[in-house]
Structures are given as structure tokens and as C-alpha cells.
């Protein structure tokens, strides 16, 4: 059997946005450790339609999408935190994801979820990666007990080239993976 699959959902319109990052961390941690990994990025996101149930028609990106996360062990899901909650780009990926009712893993059953949330506020962080465990409690999910918060008002975690170098999120991130891998392997 090969390794757990990992698939990571986040960002926004902005290239290279904080949450992105941070979910491609915890992506890397969790090939360190041996998983298979993809990416759905803030410009993959923004490519999928206005999800509509009554329309059973799904474009190539939108296929794509769900038959990775219908195969997938473990997800992480990062997101900003707009006004309090998870973005419409994030949320429409999500609703996507109702394709998946009628499979024998319902949504997120038996998965491990990891989250990520980024916002220029620990109030916004707080609400937020709460109101995304909700999400992923209604789906059937296993949130990890650890969450990574980002206050992108306050932290600056990336250098100049992108890479993570705050030690306190370099920890979270690591821990994130390890508890995906974790869950993602008792459900295996």
C-alpha cells in the first residue's frame, strides 16, 4: 500500500497569499513524512465555477477537484479570514464537494483535516478556524486538534523568498502534519 495522500484546498486571488503558504508548509511537512501531496491553489480555486446543484454538468477543473479529494486520506484546508468567516473561494471549493454525498466516504468521512486561517486580527483568527471546524464537522470530517492561526497583522513567518522561517509556525506546521498522518493512517 502506498503512502497517505494529502490534498491541500486555500488561498485567495492573490498570488502567493500567507494561508496559501502556510498550506503548502504543511504539505511539504507531510511529503517529509512520507505522503503524496497536491495542491488546489488560490488561481485553482478561482478557475471553478459558481458551484449550483441543480446544474449536474462539472467542467475538467471541477472533476479534477473532487476526484482528488474523493481519493485522497487527509486534507488541509486554509483560508482567510474576511469578516469574520471562510472565503467565498474557499467556501465554493467546499460546496463542490457535495458531489461526494452519495459516495461510501461521505465528504470528509474518515479523513483528517487539518486548518489553516489567516487574518489581519487574532479575533478574525479565533471565529474563523472555529466556524471551519464546524464546516468540517457537518462533512464528516476529523479536524486535527492542533488549527494554525496566522494574525498577518502582527507575525511576518516568511522571508523575503517565501519560505516559513517563524520557529513558533514552523512547529504548528510539523505538529499539523504529524496528526493528518496520524489520523489519516488509523483510518486507513
Known amino acids: ?19 496559501e503558504r502556510l498550506v503548502r508548509a504543511v504539505l511539504a511537512a507531510c511529503e517529509d513524512r512520507g505522503a503524496t501531496t497536491r495542491m488546489f491553489g488560490g488561481a485553482d480555486l478561482a478557475a471553478l465555477p459558481h458551484f449550483a446543484p441543480e446544474i449536474p454538468e462539472r467542467t475538467e477543473a471541477q472533476r479534477d477537484f473532487v476526484a482528488a479529494v474523493r481519493e485522497c486520506d487527509g486534507l488541509v484546508i ?6 469574520g468567516g ?7 471549493a467546499i460546496d463542490l464537494l457535495e458531489d461526494l ?4 466516504r461521505v465528504y470528509f468521512d474518515r479523513r483528517a483535516v487539518g486548518l489553516v486561517v489567516s487574518a489581519a486580527g487574532w479575533q478574525a483568527c479565533g471565529v474563523t478556524l472555529q466556524a471551519l471546524r464546524g464546516i468540517v464537522h457537518a462533512m464528516r470530517g ?5 488549527g494554525i492561526a496566522l494574525n498577518s497583522a502582527e507575525q511576518r513567518p516568511f522571508d523575503e523568498d517565501g519560505r516559513l522561517i517563524d520557529n513558533a ?3 504548528q506546521v510539523a505538529l499539523q502534519a504529524e496528526q493528518i498522518l496520524f489520523l489519516a493512517g488509523a483510518a486507513r
Open 1 to 19: 500500500m502506498s503512502g497517505p495522500r494529502v490534498v491541500g484546498i486555500g488561498g485567495t486571488t492573490r498570488p502567493g497569499s500567507s494561508g
Open 78 to 83: 486554509g483560508t482567510p479570514g474576511y469578516h
Open 86 to 92: 471562510v472565503s467565498g473561494l474557499v467556501k465554493n
Open 101 to 104: 454525498n452519495a459516495d461510501t
Open 142 to 146: 476529523w479536524p486535527t486538534p492542533i
Open 169 to 171: 509556525l514552523t512547529r
